[in-house]
């Protein structure tokens, strides 16, 4: 599951590059076989979603405020495309050209294509993390992601904050294939 030679990461990183391998591999074969009926299934009314808006498909909202506030449940679509945005834009603001922003990525409509994306925001995040150093761990602004708090925060503390993206999300994820999965009173066979 990984493709990364770490023995040169930062000690103190190298556990979060673990955990993140990891659960992006697992993610990975838990997506295996996701239709497009699947990947915008909503259980109840109100969910976020993408959906087309003006001929684009677009999010129903970029994200969400950290806290412990009530927030509506997201589709797989919805999620996949969080992680998949969101890490590449991060990505963008701490290797890239720094120019990214909220709509500048589109975000598919489709099961295949959406795990595309969110793979390739994924992996841009991870090669990311494998240019950092010591140094630039403690920079407190090092990612310049211009939203959120990480102008505020050394990276060390956006990298524990992306992979607690990645670990959330992957469970929304997994939790709605599995009611999926059992709709309708389905046996799931494990």
Do not use: C
Request: charged share 25%; no cysteine.
């Amino acid at each position: 599951m990984n493709d990364h030679d770490d023995h040169s990461a930062p000690a103190r990183l190298a556990p979060f590059l673990a955990q993140w391998d990891y659960m992006q591999g697992v993610l990975d074969e838990r997506l295996g076989g996701l239709t497009d009926e699947e990947y915008l299934w909503q259980p109840v009314e109100r969910m976020l979603s993408v959906r087309m808006v003006d001929g684009r498909p677009t999010p129903d909202a970029f994200g969400m405020e950290p806290s412990g506030a009530e927030a509506l449940p997201r589709t797989i679509a919805w999620s996949v495309g969080h992680l998949g945005d969101g890490s590449w834009h991060r990505a963008d603001y701490l290797v890239g050209e720094h120019k990214l922003q909220p709509g500048d990525l589109t975000w598919p409509m489709t099961a295949a294509e959406g795990i595309a994306f969110m793979k390739d925001g994924l992996s841009r995040w991870r090669n990311g993390l494998d240019q950092m150093t010591d140094e630039d761990l403690d920079t407190v602004g090092r990612s310049a992601f211009p939203h959120g708090l990480d102008p505020q925060l050394p990276l060390i503390e956006i990298v524990w904050w992306v992979n607690k993206e990645l670990l959330y999300h992957a469970g929304e994820i997994w939790l709605l294939r599995d009611m999926y999965a059992v709709r309708d009173g389905r046996p799931t066979g494990g």
